[in-house]
């Protein structure tokens, strides 16, 4: 999370109310624009966040819906997500600096029956002052930045930061993606917004999904 720096979002643009859903991708399947069909854990599908999706499995919805729409969507900066998150607080949460019973679905949250076990369905938390739901908890979320463990370097204007210049040998220069918000499956600590962690572009996961950004040109 370290070093703080300074961002300047100088460019509106939107970020969706709800984690993408199972029914929001099963649309992408059905125009045969999405060629996974990812496993619900048995949890069931519908509207819980669509999880088990790689980097370029979200690349492929997010073409689809800008066809189908004619806007650009994309996955929002790692800044863009966290500013979002705070919902304008300055706490370690949107609503204070202490997790709270029935805030977030995540281990030992107070967010029964969810928390530890399952992601839960869209909006079955309050959403924070933005009307953003889910930015806490729940499953993480894809970002488009490349993975640095720190903000020293990071760009001060909001953009997905980009490989890193000396990746080690052998290893692919954006080997893995920034996720942000943490999970059902993870403690309230990592659910802060400035809370981040990692995975590798390629591997799917019961725990991360998305959210869709657009300009708003």
């Given at each position: 999370?370290?070093?703080?720096?300074?961002?300047?979002?100088?460019?509106?643009?939107?970020?969706?109310?709800?984690?993408?859903?199972?029914?929001?991708?099963?649309?992408?399947?059905?125009?045969?624009?999405?060629t996974r069909n990812p496993d619900d854990h048995?949890?069931?599908?519908?509207?819980?966040?669509?999880?088990?999706?790689?980097f370029a499995d979200v690349k492929q919805y997010l073409s689809w819906l800008g066809t189908r729409?004619?806007?650009?969507y994309r996955l929002p900066s790692e800044a863009e997500w966290e500013w979002a998150a705070r919902g304008g607080a300055s706490s370690l949460y949107p609503w204070g600096d202490k997790m709270e019973p029935?805030?977030?679905?995540?281990?030992e949250c107070g967010?029964?029956?969810f928390g530890g076990f399952s992601s839960a369905p869209v909006g079955s938390y309050p959403p924070n002052a933005y009307g953003l739901y889910d930015m806490n908890g729940n499953i993480w979320e894809w970002t488009e930045d490349c993975w640095h463990p720190d903000h020293l370097g990071a760009p001060s204007n909001a953009q997905p930061r980009g490989p890193e210049a000396n990746p080690m040998p052998g290893q692919a220069a954006c080997l893995a993606r920034v996720m942000k918000g943490g999970a059902w499956y993870y403690y309230a600590v990592m659910a802060r917004p400035q809370a981040r962690a990692k995975n590798e572009a390629r591997v799917f996961s019961?725990?991360?999904?998305?959210?869709?950004?657009?300009?708003?040109d």
């Open positions: 999370e370290r070093p703080p720096h300074p961002v300047s979002i100088k460019k509106s643009f939107a970020l969706a109310s709800f984690e993408t859903t199972f029914d929001d991708w099963q649309a992408c399947i059905d125009a045969k624009a999405c048995q949890w069931g599908k519908g509207k819980r966040p669509v999880m088990n999706i790689t729409s004619g806007k650009r029935g805030r977030a679905n995540c281990r967010a029964e029956p019961y725990v991360l999904g998305f959210r869709v950004a657009r300009d708003m």
